[in-house]
């Protein structure tokens, strides 16, 4: 089935960029849900996946266009997966991010050593043809690293200033774009949901 228009169930324009650029050479158009005036879903789930089904469902019941979605979050080690699918909400419905990180900062302050502040951000993408889609795409994006110490950097967003990749040292405030689309949680599973699209075209499914 090829799928020429894509609802995107976000309004970050951030978002609407990063996917815009992995999916374009498929020929897909996306579109953000806020274009149709679809409100943002309710996220009451436990689970990563569970919210991204829902605010996939969501977008394509209002729209009657095939949707995609992600949730997302930072999950630390040793605060049990926290803030996890509460990131944007960890320390109020206010969705501030100096507020977040200041709640994250004050949760770990006992803990001295790097090994100790072990997390990674997690991305979960699904896709679905239609709101009551039985078979939904679903691709999952993990990025290591821990909480740092000090805060680093002016790019990105969220919890990057605190966040040290594992591999590179760098926050993810301090990674150029183009550094951080090649090792983020949700530049992986978006590759990984272009793949799986790329692979349902050549079998025409």
């Given at each position: 089935?090829?799928?020429p228009?894509?609802?995107?169930a976000?309004g970050?324009?951030?978002?609407?960029?990063?996917f815009?650029r992995l999916?374009?050479p498929?020929?897909?158009?996306?579109?953000?849900?806020s274009?149709?005036?679809?409100?943002?879903a309710?996220?009451?789930?436990?689970?990563f996946l569970e919210n991204a089904?829902?605010k996939a469902?969501?977008?394509a019941?209002?729209t009657?266009?095939?949707a995609?979605?992600?949730d997302s979050?930072?999950c630390?080690?040793?605060?049990g997966?926290?803030p996890?699918v509460?990131?944007?909400?960890?320390?109020g419905?206010?969705k501030s991010?100096e507020?977040?990180?200041?709640?994250?900062?004050?949760a770990?302050?006992?803990?001295?050593?790097?090994?100790?502040?072990r997390?990674h951000y997690t991305?979960?993408?699904?896709?679905?043809?239609?709101?009551?889609?039985p078979?939904p795409m679903?691709?999952?994006?993990?990025w290591?690293?821990?909480?740092?110490?000090?805060?680093r950097?002016?790019?990105?967003f969220?919890?990057?200033?605190w966040?040290?990749?594992?591999a590179s040292?760098?926050t993810g405030?301090e990674m150029?774009?183009e550094?951080?689309?090649t090792?983020?949680?949700?530049s992986?599973a978006?590759?990984?949901?272009?793949?799986m699209?790329?692979e349902?075209?050549a079998?025409?499914v």
């Amino acid at each position: 089935m090829k799928i020429p228009k894509l609802v995107l169930a976000s309004g970050n324009e951030k978002k609407l960029r990063e996917f815009e650029r992995l999916i374009a050479p498929l020929g897909i158009e996306l579109a953000p849900q806020s274009a149709f005036g679809v409100p943002e879903a309710p996220e009451p789930h436990l689970t990563f996946l569970e919210n991204a089904l829902a605010k996939a469902r969501h977008a394509a019941r209002l729209t009657g266009l095939p949707a995609l979605a992600d949730d997302s979050g930072l999950c630390v080690d040793a605060l049990g997966g926290a803030p996890g699918v509460n990131s944007a909400y960890y320390a109020g419905p206010q969705k501030s991010d100096e507020d977040n990180n200041r709640k994250l900062i004050a949760a770990l302050a006992h803990l001295e050593y790097t090994a100790e502040r072990r997390a990674h951000y997690t991305a979960v993408l699904v896709l679905v043809r239609s709101a009551e889609d039985p078979e939904p795409m679903v691709a999952e994006g993990r990025w290591f690293g821990h909480v740092g110490f000090e805060a680093r950097g002016s790019g990105g967003f969220g919890y990057d200033p605190w966040f040290v990749d594992a591999a590179s040292g760098l926050t993810g405030a301090e990674m150029s774009l183009e550094q951080k689309n090649t090792v983020s949680h949700r530049s992986k599973a978006l590759r990984r949901l272009v793949a799986m699209l790329r692979e349902h075209e050549a079998e025409g499914v």
